[in-house]
């Protein structure tokens, strides 16, 4: 019955390795995000798609690619690992109302990347 | 551009205590949405409350109570007879609407609480 769910739940990689998160929600919602979670628990925005359409980039390197197969799933590739992509890594759902943005997100329980 | 700033890093109580968490946050819009989320040891993000900027009536939820004042642009948080359990990771949250913001949420640094018993 999880409504967000991401795998995997730990990754354990070496600097220059490609890898992907994967992120599924059940809760029928049009819109998902990638959040990444620092070492000082700072939570920043990545991506947002909204029925497979990207629509928001933030100042995020190319190495990470995001793709969303169908509007339940949104994955997250990094390729070229490096130290400082350790983090956590939070997908997240909304269903947008009215107006585009305010509704409430609901996130998956993280991914966490150490890169060694 | 939005932000949110919460003054506190940490904060440290003894059970029982009531504890207030603050949230200040800039924005241009006139219509926006303020988030609470608690993240417990385990990690998760567990949603709390959200609020839009026309109804700054306040919440009470329980032992939590939310204060939202437009005039000094807050939105704080407050636990009343704080429990073990309540120790977390606070987060304060601002979503704007409409415009290229589609619903990013812009976090505040997060408040650390940890209840004593």
């Known amino acids: 019955d999880t409504a967000v769910s991401q795998t995997p739940k730990y990754l354990v990689t070496q600097m220059g390795n490609d890898k992907s998160i994967k992120c599924e929600q059940n809760?029928?919602?049009?819109?998902m995000y990638w959040y990444k979670q620092d070492s000082k628990k700072f939570l920043k925005i990545m991506f947002s798609?909204?029925?497979?359409?990207?629509?928001i980039n933030e100042t995020v390197p190319n190495r990470f690619s995001p793709k969303s197969p169908d509007k339940a799933h949104l994955n997250l590739h990094i390729n070229s690992l490096e130290l400082g992509d350790s983090a956590v890594y939070f997908c997240a759902s909304s269903q947008p109302g009215g107006l585009a943005g305010g509704e409430t997100q609901y996130f998956g329980p993280g991914t966490r990347l150490l890169v060694l | 551009a939005q932000k949110v700033t919460q003054a506190q890093t940490e904060i440290s109580v003894v059970e029982k205590e009531d504890v207030t968490l603050d949230c200040v946050y800039e924005?241009?819009?006139?219509?926006?949405?303020l988030f609470w989320y608690k993240q417990p040891p385990s990690g998760e993000l567990v949603f709390l409350i959200r609020r839009n900027s026309f109804d700054e009536q306040n919440e009470i939820s329980g032992r939590y109570s939310w204060n939202f004042q437009k005039s000094t642009s807050s939105f704080n948080f407050t636990i009343t007879a704080s429990q073990v359990v309540d120790s977390a990771v606070y987060f304060c949250?601002?979503?704007?609407?409409?415009?290229?913001?589609?619903?990013?949420?812009?976090f505040g640094q997060g408040t650390i609480l940890t209840v004593h018993p």
């Open positions: 924005t241009r819009d006139t219509t926006y949405y």
């Open positions: 798609y909204n029925n497979k359409e990207l629509i």
């Open positions: 809760l029928g919602h049009d819109t």
């Open positions: 949250a601002l979503s704007e609407a409409g415009g290229t913001s589609y619903g990013k949420l812009t």
